[in-house]
């Protein structure tokens, strides 16, 4: 049974930084996509950035934390992470990872086969 399980969400003030992990069990994603959506109350699922392989474009962004968060894993550990630097209000949400069962970066949840239970970031003084 494939699980990913995503930590490191809390309350940081507007200006502040947080990491998030994602580690996964059951299977390896190390030639796979896999990504970071959030989800703000009333809103839709939203692309926050993925990674794969290098083959495939390494990594990719939103327009939205472009220069502000980085994405990557550590593939011995079969963990994700997402360093988010320069938080603000409008970043607060739960942030989900997902697994996909191929190397193409997609920014369609639907895209996506394996999904954590999401971790709640809070940005507020």
């Known amino acids: 049974q494939v699980q990913l399980v995503e930590s490191g969400g809390g309350l940081v003030q507007p200006g502040g930084s947080l990491r998030l992990s994602c580690a996964a069990s059951?299977?390896?994603?190390?030639?796979?996509?896999m990504a970071w959506f959030r989800q703000a109350p009333g809103q839709e699922r939203e692309f926050v950035a993925a990674?794969?392989?290098?083959?495939?474009?390494?990594?990719t962004y939103s327009n939205s934390v472009q220069g502000r968060f980085t994405i990557s894993r550590d593939n011995a550990k079969n963990t994700m992470y997402l360093q988010m630097n320069n938080l603000k209000p409008e970043d607060t949400a739960v942030y989900y990872c997902a697994g996909s069962s191929g190397p193409r970066m997609e920014t369609l949840p639907r895209r996506y086969d394996y999904w954590g239970q999401g971790t709640q970031v809070t940005v507020s003084s």
């Open positions: 059951g299977r390896t994603f190390s030639s796979n996509a």
């Open positions: 990674i794969t392989i290098s083959w495939y474009g390494g990594a």
